[in-house]
Every structure is written in C-alpha cells, then in structure tokens.
C-alpha cells in the first residue's frame, strides 16, 4: 500500500531535549516536504527536499533541521525544542513538483514541548 | 509575498444546503491550484486540483471548484452537503517550477444532520 508514514505519531517532550521525527514514503517519490499545522494559521511548509541531498528552507524553517540522505527517509530534527514547537506536524511526498502530482500527506505527528 | 486566504473560519450548514467556500490568493503570474480535506482526526487529503484548461475542475464526493483569473478566486462548491462532509477544508497554491505550497489558514465546515 503506497503510504506516508510518520513517527512517533505521539509525543510529549520537555525544551531542550533533542528530538527527531521520522518520515518515510515507500513510493519513490522525488519531493518531501514538512508541515506545521496550528489553529488559525493553516499548514506551513517547514522545509522541503527535491531529491536526495537536495533540501531547502519553507516559510518557517527556524529551530528545525533536515537531512535526505536516502530517498524514502527525511526526518524533521529538533535541535532543541521549544513550546512554540507544539504543534501537529505532517509529513508530504509527491512524485516531483511537475503539474499533474499529487502531494500525499501522512497522519501527522502531534508534538508537545513542556 | 504570496498567500492564500479562506476568508470563512468556520462554516455551519444543515444537510442538503449548497456550499461555497471562498478562496482567493496573490499571485500575478500561472498558479496551481488545490483543494485539501482533513476529516477529524485524519490526514489531509487532495479533492481537486487545476492546472490549465477548463475552470471549472471536479473532484471526488460532488465536490467542485472554479478558477476565476480575474478574481484571483479557486472558490470550492457541493450543491448539496452531507453529515459526513464535516471536516477542514484547506486551499493551496503551487507557483509552477518551485516546490513550495502555500496553504490558506482553512475552514472549518460543520453538517448539521
């Protein structure tokens, strides 16, 4: 089944603590990209990656790393989280970016930083 | 900078009312244009989507969207609504030949049964 998967679909973390947020897609999809979305602001593209060690910063990259070094993988990485981390955060894969594609989102990642 | 704007937070509409929510976006060039749903507790998922051609774009579930050029408008329609159309509905622009989205803030839609 072509999926998106995320994990830890759950968590509860406290500042500071390092935390990473896997994404995987099992479609071979070029492009991934991360999401953050809080109530009345929608989604915001964190960061988004084209293809295997090809990554660049969304609208709100700040306090958030990646890494595309396989091209199923891209996990979100917290340096050190804060509570204006808190938020739900989906993970998205599309074929390319050619007009045509669909983006397919996976169930999203709530993270809550005390 | 561009953005996408869903002017109607929440929506309450009893079952079989039409429903139309607005989207409009700044963008001066070639846009393309998406409908999300997000059924509680779920994923997002694509209800339509236009690139070129024909304005008027269906999609699944009776769902239907117009481009309006001139309006900078992809507002989403369903004559008739149902209980299980109760979810968030997100708009979203794509400028051709970057990979960047950028999503309005949603509406909320609630279906009276």
């Known amino acids: 089944e072509a999926q998106v998967t995320q994990n830890p679909r759950y968590l509860i973390t406290v500042t500071g603590k390092k935390l990473t947020v896997t994404c995987s897609q099992n479609m071979n999809h070029e492009y991934m990209s991360w999401y953050r979305q809080d109530p009345g602001l929608g989604l915001r593209q964190i960061y988004y990656?084209?293809?295997?060690?090809?990554?660049d910063k969304g609208d709100v990259p700040e306090g958030y790393k990646v890494s595309r070094k396989e091209k199923r993988n891209f996990p979100l990485i917290l340096e050190s989280p804060s509570p204006n981390q808190t938020s739900l955060y989906f993970c998205?894969?599309?074929?390319?970016?050619?007009?045509?594609?669909?983006?397919?989102f996976g169930e999203g990642s709530w993270l809550t930083v005390v | 900078a561009q953005s996408v704007s869903q002017h109607n937070h929440h929506v309450i509409l009893s079952e079989a009312a039409s429903l139309e929510l607005g989207c409009n976006y700044s963008?001066?060039?070639?846009?393309?244009l998406f409908w999300y749903v997000q059924y509680p507790g779920q994923h997002l998922q694509l209800l339509l989507k236009y690139f070129s051609g024909d304005p008027l774009v269906k999609g699944i579930k009776g769902f239907e969207a117009e481009f309006i050029k001139s309006k900078f408008s992809f507002n989403l329609r369903k004559p008739s609504v149902q209980w299980s159309d109760t979810a968030e509905y997100f708009c979203?622009?794509?400028?051709?030949?970057?990979?960047?989205?950028?999503f309005g803030t949603g509406t909320r839609l609630k279906v009276l049964a």
């Open positions: 979203a622009v794509n400028l051709p030949g970057t990979y960047k989205y950028i």
């Open positions: 963008y001066g060039g070639t846009v393309n």
């Open positions: 990656s084209m293809n295997v060690e090809a990554t």
């Open positions: 998205a894969s599309s074929p390319t970016m050619r007009p045509g594609n669909t983006i397919y």
